[in-house]
């Protein structure tokens, strides 16, 4: 089966414990519904994604990219191929005088983005954290 082949193919460009084979979706959307992805890999790194998608390139396997499965449905019949999930879960924030550079991940899970500019009080996200009732009630 094309899938066993494509397994073994990716376990020479990518650590295997971050491929999965024949893995229910249902765990990685937010609706929690959905059939099987034929194989599954979580990228931690760029690298990661440039080996992924230069392998689907040029073997021709069908290839799809997901974050953190919000907003999307998958048919009970799965996908067919490789599904990418995002998993970059860097977050770096730079405060000089009134101004902040922040670094995200496409991993980074929105909750978590705004919990820690909350914390750093940087402004301008609250919309997004839990602690967003505050912001509304003291308004």
């Known amino acids: 089966m094309y899938i066993d082949k494509v397994y073994e193919d990716l376990e020479k460009i990518v650590d295997s414990s971050k491929i999965f084979k024949n893995e229910p979706m249902k765990k990685y959307t937010s609706f929690k519904i959905g059939g099987n992805a034929d194989i599954l890999v979580n ?4 690298e990661d994604i440039n080996n992924i998608l ?3 390139s040029k073997n021709n396997v069908p290839l799809y990219i997901i974050g953190n499965g919000s907003n999307i449905l998958v048919k009970d019949k799965g996908i067919r191929g490789i599904v990418l999930k995002i998993c970059i879960d860097k977050l770096e924030i730079y405060k000089k005088e009134e101004k ?3 670094n995200v ?8 983005l705004a919990q820690e ?3 750093k009080e940087i402004a301008g996200f609250e919309f997004a954290s839990r602690n967003s ?4 009630r003291s308004s």
């Open 43 to 46: 990228a931690e790194t760029i």
């Open 54 to 56: 230069n392998y689907a």
């Open 100 to 102: 902040a550079i922040i």
């Open 105 to 112: 991940g496409a991993g980074v899970k929105l909750a978590k």
């Open 117 to 119: 500019l909350y914390k």
């Open 133 to 136: 009732w505050y912001y509304r």
